[in-house]
């Protein structure tokens, strides 16, 4: 389902003008987790892409996220009018994604198994067509968020990534990709069953 920003435009767009507040969506370490992150050097990506809280105005409930396209900016809607801000990549041209999804499924150092389409343009990607092992190497990250429809998996997630310094660009396959740390945090604030807006690009 295809969802225009216009659509969303009282729900959504007061976020994608809001101004940050202080930085408090800094991500907390899981102790179960089978590979430890260090810290994140935020110095190293521009500031509309760091962890923010900021204000929020618009009409989506507190914890639904919000996936800003065109401007590489995830929010997690709080209560008390505001919302907690990350960066992101998004699909590059061909690939992007846009519509309604919940989350359905939630995994920490998740399997990778590249799609059959995938394979056909990157032969080298066949020797993972069984699935590369969860760890700090799998393109996936430290974890997965995967966005389902009508109780059916769209193949498209929420995901950490080996590449912190994508975020901020048209980078990926479709899928929405965090730094590391980020998405561990996301991961810890919402269940099973989270509304995710993703707004469309130049619509």
Same mark, same amino acid.
Not at 29 to 48: E, G, R, T, V
Not at 61 to 73: A, K, L
Not at 158 to 182: F, K, L, V, W, Y
């Given at each position: 389902?295809?969802?225009?920003?216009?659509?969303?435009?009282?729900?959504?767009?007061?976020?994608?003008?809001?101004?940050?507040?202080?930085?408090?969506?800094?991500?907390?370490?899981?102790?179960? !987790?089978?590979?430890?992150?260090?810290?994140?050097?935020?110095? @190293?990506? #521009?500031? /509309?892409?760091? /962890?923010?809280? +900021?204000?929020?105005?618009?009409?989506? *409930? #507190?914890?639904?996220?919000?996936? !800003?396209? #065109? %401007?590489?900016?995830?929010?997690? +809607?709080?209560?008390?009018?505001?919302?907690?801000?990350?960066?992101?990549?998004?699909? @590059? !041209?061909?690939?992007?994604?846009? $519509?309604?999804?919940?989350?359905?499924?939630?995994?920490? *150092?998740?399997?990778?198994? /590249? /799609? @059959?389409?995938?394979?056909?343009?990157?032969?080298?990607?066949? @020797?993972?067509?069984?699935?590369?092992?969860?760890?700090?190497?799998?393109?996936?990250?430290?974890?997965?968020?995967?966005?389902?429809? %009508?109780?059916?998996?769209?193949?498209?997630?929420?995901?950490?990534?080996? !590449?912190?310094?994508?975020?901020?660009?048209?980078?990926?396959? $479709?899928?929405? =990709?965090?730094? %590391?740390?980020? +998405?561990?945090?996301?991961?810890?604030?919402?269940?099973?069953?989270? =509304?995710?807006?993703?707004?469309?690009?130049?619509?």
């Amino acid at each position: 389902m295809m969802l225009s920003r216009r659509a969303v435009l009282t729900g959504a767009s007061a976020a994608l003008l809001s101004v940050p507040l202080s930085t408090a969506a800094l991500p907390q370490a899981a102790d179960d !987790d089978p590979y430890p992150l260090p810290p994140f050097d935020y110095s @190293k990506i #521009p500031a /509309p892409f760091r /962890p923010a809280a +900021v204000a929020y105005t618009g009409r989506q *409930w #507190p914890g639904t996220i919000i996936v !800003d396209t #065109p %401007n590489r900016q995830i929010y997690l +809607v709080q209560e008390g009018g505001q919302a907690l801000r990350w960066g992101c990549a998004v699909g @590059k !041209d061909g690939f992007r994604w846009a $519509g309604l999804a919940d989350i359905g499924r939630k995994v920490m *150092w998740p399997r990778w198994t /590249p /799609p @059959k389409e995938m394979i056909a343009r990157v032969p080298e990607k066949a @020797k993972w067509a069984n699935g590369m092992p969860g760890g700090p190497d799998n393109p996936l990250g430290a974890r997965a968020l995967y966005l389902f429809q %009508n109780g059916q998996d769209t193949l498209y997630r929420i995901h950490g990534t080996t !590449d912190p310094m994508s975020i901020g660009h048209n980078a990926s396959s $479709g899928c929405i =990709r965090m730094i %590391n740390q980020d +998405v561990e945090e996301l991961y810890r604030r919402v269940p099973i069953g989270t =509304r995710v807006v993703v707004l469309a690009e130049g619509v």
